[in-house]
C-alpha cells in the first residue's frame, strides 16, 4: 500500500530553519503533485506549499519568503525547506501526494515547535 513517511520535525527557536523529508512508496511518484498542509491546534490544516508533477510551485502568504518546496523524482522524495521561522508555524506537518484521478494520499505528520 502506498506509504507517505515525514520526517525531520523537531524543536527550533525563532529565527532558525529545519528541513522536512517526505518519502513515497508504492505510487508512481512523478505524476503525482505533493504537497504539505499543516495544523495548529484547535485550528484546521491549511494549505503550505504544493509541487506540481512539473515542478511549478506554490505557497500561502504565509510562509511566501520563507519556505522553499522542491521535489527529488528519483528517489521519490519531497522535501519542504523552513528558515526564519516563527513561534506561528507551530504546527503539525503532513505531506499529501494528490492526482486530479481523485487518488490523494497522506502521511503520518511531523511536529514542528518554534519556541525559545
Known amino acids: 500500500q502506498v506509504q507517505l513517511v515525514e520526517s525531520g520535525g523537531g524543536l527550533v527557536q525563532p529565527g532558525g530553519s529545519l528541513r522536512l523529508s517526505c518519502a513515497a512508496s508504492?505510487?508512481?511518484?512523478?505524476?503525482?503533485?505533493m504537497k504539505w498542509y499543516r495544523q495548529a491546534p484547535g485550528k484546521q490544516r491549511e494549505l503550505v506549499a504544493s509541487?506540481?508533477?512539473?515542478?511549478?510551485?506554490l505557497y500561502s502568504e504565509t510562509v511566501q519568503g520563507r519556505f522553499t518546496i522542491s521535489r527529488d523524482n528519483a528517489k521519490n522524495m519531497v522535501y519542504l525547506q523552513m528558515n526564519s521561522l516563527k513561534p506561528e508555524d507551530t504546527a503539525v506537518y503532513y505531506c499529501?501526494?494528490?492526482?486530479?484521478?481523485?487518488?490523494?494520499?497522506w502521511g503520518q505528520g511531523t511536529q514542528v515547535t518554534v519556541s525559545s
Open positions: 499529501n501526494a494528490w492526482l486530479n484521478s481523485g487518488n490523494n494520499y
Open positions: 509541487i506540481g508533477s512539473g515542478g511549478s510551485t
Open positions: 508504492k505510487i508512481i511518484f512523478s505524476i503525482y503533485a
